[in-house]
């Protein structure tokens, strides 16, 4: 049997919610599904559209489905004032180190399973990121994110091309005790190629993955198509959907009812996908560069990057406004070379409505406002939106008209996400007015 797991056009869903739902409605309501998981996995029971929708439902609607009485048992055992409109995390964060296995599935005499050398590459995309993931999760908490530098192995059989998510479960469980590490402070991450199908997260369906605890041990699940991997993953193979996953899992490594999915509401369970684009410096230490729908062609030149994580308030916002998906973690940083700076008296001042922006396609700056500066090359921008800058920026807004009107000279520090390719409009940080 051979499938087709990933369409890469396609926007992906995370099953994690889904899931989520399915174990506790079992935990409450064991009466729902068959104490032994059924091959087909537990949307084979109850819908997909059901179990990923289950904790948003109105009580009419859990009625119709006879999930009322699961509903209200779990908002009965949930802390007092707690619903999926106010939650934050409630249990402590992950703190420990991801270890990514190939497992080969042998399907009757067939093997599915990755190559070494593009095992090695996802080692070496996630010990790039993880710092990255890391700014943006720790917004939820304090949170550890380790990368351990090489992958486990594991052997299994499957049978008619599939298995579902208590066998996963079990390859999860071996890979823990056949290498002697603790359930505690340890991740194993499981991709699944093309050829072999895990029911509860089926590729074919639009799944991308999803994230899970077994005793005390979290785990992710991947489905990741094609081979010869690169950390850039232009054609983005697997970097969104582990990203995502290992994201999430670290604000829920232990599965609880309540707490957020912080990629969900910047990815195609709401319709709203956002990436996040980095470079790394001389050091290794990664700095954003932008954020986008999805992987910007060349000339656009990114060292990695990684799906967005949702700003705490728009956690439960699906989808969420565009704010709450692109932005840069608040610990980032322009990177030594990256921060430039231009002085002089402004050539012109523009502003104009939203989504216009400045430029061509290879040298475009999504701004509202945007100023050159006589003796300067290109032009510099920023934006004018309901985001967390807006105060800031109508400040900048109100420097530069003064600085207009008095032709006085200003001092601009800017960046430029794609300067190796010749990029020369900039986006503007900070605005000094000089006498
Ligand atoms: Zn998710």
């Not at 949170?143 to 052997?155: G, H, I």
């Not at 991997?229 to 009812?257: C, G, K, W």
């Not at 990684?306 to 916002?317: H, M």
Request: aromatic share 8%; net charge negative.
């Amino acid at each position: 049997m051979s499938t087709v797991n990933i369409n890469a056009s396609q926007d992906l869903i995370c099953a994690t919610r889904a899931i989520k739902n399915a174990r506790h409605i079992r935990s409450v309501a064991p009466q729902v599904f068959p104490a032994v998981e059924p091959l087909e996995g537990f949307a084979s029971v109850v819908p997909f559209d059901v179990l990923n929708r289950f904790h948003r439902m109105s009580n009419d609607e859990l009625r119709s489905h006879n999930l009322l009485d699961a509903a209200t048992k779990l908002r009965q055992a949930s802390p007092a004032g707690a619903t999926s409109a106010n939650l934050g995390p409630i249990f402590p964060l992950f703190k420990g180190t991801v270890h990514l296995a190939k497992v080969s599935f042998n399907n009757d005499g067939t093997v599915f399973t990755f190559s070494d050398a593009d095992m090695a590459t996802v080692v070496q995309y996630l010990r790039a990121a993880a710092p990255a993931i890391i700014e943006y999760t720790k917004q939820y908490g304090d949170c550890r994110l380790d990368v351990a530098p090489t992958f486990l192995r594991l052997n299994v059989d499957v049978h008619q091309g599939k298995y579902n998510d208590d066998n996963l479960r079990g390859m999860v469980k071996t890979l823990l005790s056949q290498n002697h590490l603790p359930a505690n402070g340890t991740c194993i991450v499981v991709f699944n190629p093309d050829g072999v199908v895990n029911t509860d997260g089926d590729g074919s369906k639009g799944i991308g993955g999803y994230h899970d605890a077994v005793d005390g041990a979290p785990y992710c699940f991947c489905n990741v198509g094609g081979s010869n991997f690169t950390v850039q993953d232009r054609q983005n193979h697997y970097a969104e959907t582990l990203s995502h996953e290992v994201a999430e899992m670290v604000v829920d490594p232990l599965i609880s009812f309540l707490s957020p999915e912080v990629c969900d509401p910047c990815a195609g369970n709401c319709n709203f996908k956002w990436l996040s684009f980095f470079e790394k410096d001389s050091s290794g230490a990664p700095h954003y560069l932008l954020s986008a729908r999805k992987v910007p062609p060349p000339p656009f030149n990114h060292d990695f990057f990684i799906a967005a994580v949702a700003k705490p308030g728009n956690v439960n916002q699906c989808p969420p406004p565009e704010s709450g998906c692109n932005y840069a973690a608040p610990g980032d940083k322009p990177a030594p070379g990256q921060l430039k700076t231009a002085t002089g008296k402004l050539a012109f001042l523009r502003v104009h409505r939203l989504g216009s922006g400045f430029g061509p396609p290879t040298d475009f700056i999504d701004v509202e406002v945007v100023i050159g500066i006589k003796g300067a090359t290109g032009a510099f921008g920023f934006t004018l939106r309901n985001d967390d800058n807006q105060f800031a920026h109508h400040g900048m807004l109100d420097l530069l008209r003064d600085a207009h009107k008095a032709d006085s000279v200003v001092e601009v520090e800017y960046t430029l996400p794609n300067e190796e390719v010749g990029q020369t409009n900039g986006t503007i940080l900070r605005v000094t007015r000089r006498k």
